[in-house]
């Protein structure tokens, strides 16, 4: 069983920064992904980023590449989700997820969640 908790959301203006968190306890962590998805209101939720615990191997949407780092922190058990240069439409809400095995994009893959954390962004 694993569980996780978002903090770090909040209201920013364009070309700002966040730093979201995802707290994870649990045990076997190092066989897991952990993802990042964002869900916009009346959209269905995407993929963002996601980090191997084990090896620190990430992937990202194209959407965040270049803009966004994701990270872990094993002496923590945190994830992170850094955002650099908000846009408008990164306006959404945000979650962590986590699954066993390697990473993949659909959401409905991943076995454990967050609450979320909204980020909007204006303009």
């Known amino acids: 069983q694993v569980q996780l908790v978002e903090s770090g959301g909040g209201l920013v203006q364009a070309g700002d920064s966040l730093r979201l968190s995802c707290a994870v306890s649990g045990r076997g962590l190092f066989t897991y992904t952990m993802g990042w998805f964002r869900q916009a209101p009346g959209k269905e939720r995407e993929f963002v980023a996601a980090i191997r615990w084990s090896g620190g191997s990430t992937f990202y949407a194209d959407s965040a590449k270049g803009r966004f780092t994701v990270s872990r922190d094993d002496a923590k058990n945190t994830m992170y989700l850094q955002m650099n240069s908000l846009k408008p439409e990164d306006t959404a809400a945000y979650y962590c997820?986590?699954?066993?095995?390697?990473?993949?994009?659909?959401?409905?893959?991943?076995?454990?969640w967050g609450q979320g954390t909204q980020v909007t962004v204006s303009s």
């Open positions: 997820a986590a699954r066993v095995g390697t990473y993949v994009v659909v959401p409905n893959r991943y076995d454990y």
